[in-house]
């Protein structure tokens, strides 16, 4: 079952208990999945600034005593209040999100949970990509939630490929994961 938690008005999280990753000791981490809408202030003609960035994180229960007492420190105390100092503190390993469902491809349901704009970006590692644009903020999270959230698990069918791929600060996301996990 999926859990979903809003962040903030930007920020959705998703998590379920199937989903996890190995590092071939220890107990497995359980991850969830930050879904932020992120206005790019691109002036094209139609106006579709917003696009969804997605990123990994340990779920609450497998984040570092470290980085829940930072968060603590700073007066923070609510699940939701931890899992965000987490998110946007450490940051997450990122992915296309449009990889669930290729958005030219997408002559189903997402077609009509919210009104987007495709076109094709220049991912930091040089790669070309599909990304949905949306109008604003309220489109962005709608199809965020009833879209992208409901899809995630998808994912997790080949959570090993993403973790593999390597960060642009450095490392895999395999590092990341284990940077942000419990020791």
Same mark, same amino acid.
């Given at each position: 079952?999926?859990?979903?938690?809003?962040?903030?008005?930007?920020?959705?999280?998703?998590?379920?208990?199937?989903?996890?990753?190995?590092?071939?000791?220890?107990?497995?981490?359980?991850?969830?999945?930050?879904?932020? #809408?992120?206005?790019?202030?691109?002036?094209?003609?139609?106006?579709?600034?917003?696009?969804?960035?997605?990123?990994?994180?340990?779920?609450?229960?497998?984040? =570092?005593?470290?980085?829940?007492?930072?968060?603590?420190? /700073?007066?923070? /105390?609510?699940?939701?209040?931890?899992?965000?100092?987490?998110?946007?503190?450490? %940051?997450?390993?990122?992915?296309?999100?449009?990889? @669930?469902?290729?958005?030219?491809?997408?002559?189903?349901?997402?077609?009509?949970? #919210?009104?987007?704009?495709?076109?094709?970006?220049?991912? %930091?590692?040089?790669?070309?990509?599909?990304?949905?644009?949306?109008?604003?903020?309220?489109?962005?999270?709608?199809?965020?939630?009833?879209?992208? #959230? @409901?899809?995630?698990?998808?994912?997790? %069918?080949?959570?090993?490929?993403?973790?593999?791929?390597?960060?642009?600060?450095? %490392?895999?996301?395999? =590092?990341?994961?284990?940077?942000?996990?419990?020791?």
């Amino acid at each position: 079952m999926l859990n979903i938690t809003e962040l903030s008005e930007r920020q959705l999280y998703v998590e379920s208990d199937r989903w996890q990753c190995s590092f071939g000791y220890g107990e497995p981490v359980r991850l969830g999945l930050v879904l932020e #809408a992120v206005d790019l202030s691109i002036s094209d003609e139609e106006g579709f600034s917003y696009v969804i960035d997605a990123g990994l994180i340990p779920q609450l229960d497998f984040l =570092d005593e470290e980085i829940i007492e930072e968060a603590k420190s /700073e007066g923070l /105390e609510t699940r939701v209040e931890l899992l965000r100092y987490a998110y946007e503190c450490y %940051g997450g390993v990122p992915l296309n999100i449009d990889a @669930v469902q290729p958005p030219k491809a997408s002559c189903g349901m997402s077609s009509f949970v #919210a009104k987007s704009n495709i076109s094709t970006v220049i991912a %930091g590692t040089g790669e070309e990509m599909e990304t949905r644009h949306f109008q604003d903020l309220e489109e962005a999270m709608s199809f965020a939630r009833d879209f992208y #959230a @409901v899809y995630a698990p998808v994912i997790f %069918g080949f959570i090993d490929v993403v973790l593999d791929h390597p960060l642009r600060v450095g %490392g895999t996301g395999w =590092d990341k994961i284990r940077q942000m996990a419990k020791k």
